[in-house]
Structures are given as structure tokens and as C-alpha cells.
């Protein structure tokens, strides 16, 4: 089974669409995250939640809005896109402590057009 | 605020070559360090941590030994495989629910 899963993998879209993408993990683990790798594989966080309740926003258009409707889900609603948004996404799930290891998911895909 | 740096990339060795990629971290508190390794076509797995100072993290014949007094947690292996092609990230995480901040990642290329 799949520990972190996201759909969908690949996304290609217009500039000025909205479009989303779903992330669900069934580790039991209480914070997840969205991160963003651009193309040249650097990554940052975007957002983290801990129990449905957001506690990292780092600095992110207001374009991105996340979502977490129950802790085993973290979705990130993109309006008006724009080219610069093109990166691949990755969603993560870990168990508080400094210590815990992040499971990722396979990461999706966007492609702006 | 925290940050990790890694030493430039890319790397292409021969197999069986060995294998030294360099990192060193800035941060408050006492972080736990990791590495990540991301195979072509996918998402970050796990390869190796170290929760507190002089901790050696290992898997895969991989080995990183996290070192406070010169803030680093390089990462080597004796003999490399095509198959470790990918690339490599150094992380850290400060705090119970802190995000992971990582390095740039160094692409690594092994040739048969």
C-alpha cells in the first residue's frame, strides 16, 4: 500500500486556470506538508499542517491555498496560475519530533503553459 | 535561521569508486539531520538520519556521522553502483513540528 499518495501526477494546464491537487497519507502520522521543487531541484516548504491546523505558511502567493480536511488529507487549491508555477510538487507526512523521519509522496508534476 | 549547504555538483565517479559528498548546517537549537536521495522520475526517500551529535546514520553501505563541533554531516561510500545514481539531499529539522530545510542537492552519476 502506498504510505503517502498524490493525484495526480502529472498536470498540464493553461496560465490564468485554477487547478488542484490532492495528498493523503495512511501513516496515522498528525503533519503533513507541501513542498515545492523548482527545476533545478531545489526544494522548499510551502505549507504545514499539524491536525487539520496550518502552522508553517511560508512566504507563498495567495494564489496557493492548502486544505486539510482530516489529518490523512492535505489538498493545495492553485488559482490563476501563472508560467512560474511550473515545478514539481511533493507532498510529506511525519509523526511530530525533531526526530522523525518525512515520508514523501511521488510528487506531481505541473506544467504551465 | 537554519540552513544547509552542500558542496557543488555534479559529481560523475566510476563504479566502485568512493564516494564523499559534503555538507555543513547553520541552526538553532539541536536539529536532527538527514539525507534524502531522489532517484530519476521520483519523489524523496529517506536514506539516512542522525537525531543527536556523534550519531553515525547507515544504510545501503552509506554512512554520514553528524559532527556538532564542525557542523557537518557528510555523507560516504566505499564503492559505488550504477544503481546510486541520483541525487542527494542534506536536511535538517529543528523543533517537534518543523518543516525540513534542506541543501541544493548534488546530482550523482556513476559510470560503469
Redo the contacts between chains.
Keep these: 500500500d502506498t504510505a503517502v499518495s498524490q493525484t495526480p501526477k502529472y498536470l498540464v494546464t493553461q496560465m490564468g486556470n485554477d487547478k488542484s491537487i490532492k495528498c493523503e497519507q495512511n501513516l496515522g502520522h498528525d503533519t503533513m506538508y507541501w513542498y515545492k521543487q523548482d527545476s533545478k531541484k531545489f526544494l522548499k516548504i510551502m505549507f504545514s499542517y499539524n491536525n487539520k491546523e496550518l502552522i508553517i505558511n511560508e512566504t507563498v502567493p495567495n494564489r496557493f491555498s492548502p486544505k486539510s480536511p482530516d489529518k490523512a488529507h492535505l489538498n493545495l487549491h492553485i488559482n490563476s496560475l501563472e508560467l512560474g508555477d511550473s515545478a514539481v510538487y511533493f507532498c510529506a507526512s511525519s509523526p511530530a519530533g525533531t526526530g522523525e523521519t518525512q515520508y514523501f509522496g511521488p510528487g506531481t508534476r505541473l506544467l504551465v503553459l | 535561521g537554519n540552513s544547509v549547504t552542500q558542496m557543488e555538483g555534479p559529481v560523475t565517479l566510476s563504479e566502485e569508486a568512493f564516494l564523499t559528498i559534503n555538507c555543513t548546517y547553520t541552526a538553532t537549537g ?3 539531520l ?1 539525507w ?1 536521495v ?1 532517484y530519476p522520475g ?5 536514506l539516512l ?1 542522525a ?1 543527536k551529535a556523534d550519531d553515525k546514520g547507515s544504510n545501503k553501505g552509506f554512512e554520514a556521522t553528524y559532527r556538532k563541533e564542525t557542523t557537518s554531516f557528510h555523507l560516504e561510500k566505499g564503492s559505488v553502483q550504477v544503481s546510486d545514481s541520483a ?1 542527494y ?1 542534506c536536511a535538517l ?10 541543501g ?2 548534488i ?1 550523482l552519476s556513476v559510470r560503469p
Design positions: 539541536y536539529p536532527s538527514f534524502y531522489q521520483e519523489g524523496l526517500q529517506l538520519k537525531t541525487v539531499f529539522r529543528s523543533g517537534a513540528n518543523s518543516k525540513l530545510t534542506f541544493k542537492g546530482t
